[in-house]
């Protein structure tokens, strides 16, 4: 079992930046890879970004190059630095964990609203 925590949400101005993070405990040595997903009013979940437990990360098209998927192995968190924020990229943000029995792990969210 893994627990995760998300932290970091808020409400940010369009263009401008939040850090999301997510602290894992538990069976972590179990963890194969992290990542971060959202859900906004009336859409699926949707996947953001992802890092692998050997350090390579992916990014949904919609956020590459302003979002940036980062660890710090020593306190078991993975962050979410989210840049030139847009209206569209408000939602819930869900941290996720897939272990490597193939179940996973969900945490409790986080709301990021980009309004003016």
């Known amino acids: 079992q893994v627990q995760l925590v998300e932290s970091g949400g808020g409400l940010v101005q369009p263009g401008g930046s939040l850090r999301l993070s997510c602290a894992a405990s538990g069976s972590i040595f179990s963890i194969v890879r992290m990542g971060w997903y959202r859900q906004a009013p009336g859409k699926q979940r949707e996947l953001v970004a992802f890092i692998r437990s050997g350090g390579s990360t992916d990014y949904a098209d919609s956020v590459k190059g302003r979002f940036t998927i980062s660890r710090e192995n020593a306190k078991n968190t993975v962050y979410l630095q989210m840049n030139s924020l847009k209206p569209e990229d408000t939602a819930v943000y869900y941290c996720?964990?897939?272990?490597?029995?193939?179940?996973?792990?969900w945490g409790q969210g986080t709301q990021v609203t980009v309004s003016s």
């Open positions: 996720h964990a897939i272990l490597s029995d193939a179940t996973s792990s």
